[in-house]
């Protein structure tokens, strides 16, 4: 039998670990995102650009070299070539693309920038909506760019309580994609697992239900369940009560302790003295491990230790009975001043 020493095992899966990570992260940048996905990716990181320059000058000049000059830094080619000199560098996915993108729109992107600031539009609805075509602009859904249209009972699209899908990209159905909490082609109900907490006429707000529940429930709490999640049973006066499956099943095993949690349970190691416990600690052994035994007080320890303390037990009896009684000692020394005294 081939034995592998364990450094050599250990650097092989160092080695594969680093390849894996290298793998994740080639793939994120080299991914290819679709079309309007891409363009609002370029975008995303030019607009961070903005943020990072918006407080730079020109040339160390102040803002009254600026108005006296004629020249603005807000606008000027110098701002714009210090945020392409780092764009797409910041995006998590499709950075090659990005790159690749940027050489190509480069005009496009610079034709923008040119435009008076204080009226042009949006840098996404410019380049990926009206040039480029790639994207729809906000609540607008497919190939022609349809408006999504459900409207909720509020007036608010799909009751505010999610997004048109497809919205804002060529894709999609317009149909709506509520959030977590709430159902319906309007999203305006609670969903299974939520219960409606509150609601007028252009608000509904649905919470969680209990952890305990499974699915429906009225309102908060274990009582308001409608049916109990596994590890939990329905009690008719507190609701759906966590089970204590440590004493019910006794689930674990092999030199293992029961921990009850909260709708479920945990097996624990017992203490490396133990052989079976049914807590932690060489106090709650079932019986010692090998090379461990049990001491006077009922705790586990190494055969070393228990002799140790049996030897010390030996040495305090023999002090113990060759010891001179107190009285004996007090009657000694009377006689001994006494004899002093007729002296």
Known sequence: MLLVPLTLLSCLALVTSLEHGKETSDSKTNA???????????????????????????????????????????????????????????????????????????????????????????????????????????????????????????????????KCKGGGTRKGNGKCSCSKEYAGEECDKCNSGFYESFKDASKLLCSPCHKACAGHCS????????????????????????????????????????????????????????????????????ECAEEFQLNKNKVCVTDKAAEEEKLKDEIEKIRAATAIPEDVENSSNEADDSTKEEL
């Open 219 to 286: 309102g908060p709490g274990p009582k308001a369940c409608a049916k109990c999640e596994k590890g939990y049973e329905m009690n008719t006066e507190h609701g759906c009560m966590d089970i204590d499956e440590c004493i019910l099943s006794k689930p674990c095993k092999n030199n293992k302790f029961c921990v009850n949690t909260e709708g479920t349970f945990k097996c624990m190691a017992c203490d490396r003295a133990c052989n079976g416990c049914d807590s932690d600690g060489p106090d709650n052994c079932l």
């Open 32 to 162: 290819r995102l679709p079309p309007c996905g891409a363009c609002t990716n370029l975008v995303t990181s030019f607009e961070a650009g903005m943020e990072r320059t918006k407080r730079g000058k020109l040339g160390g000049g102040d803002a009254a070299w600026e108005e006296k000059s004629g020249q603005k830094y807000a606008t000027s080619e110098v701002r714009l070539a210090e945020i392409t000199e780092v764009l797409c560098k910041d995006v998590t996915r499709g950075e090659t693309q990005c790159h690749h993108q940027h050489g190509e729109w480069e005009e496009l992107i610079e034709q923008w920038w040119g435009l008076d600031m204080d009226t042009r539009p949006s840098m996404r609805q410019w380049l990926c909506v009206e040039q480029l075509s790639v994207c729809c602009k906000s609540d607008h859904f497919g190939a022609d760019c349809k408006p999504c249209d459900v409207m909720g009972s509020n007036g608010k699209l799909c009751s505010g309580n999610g």
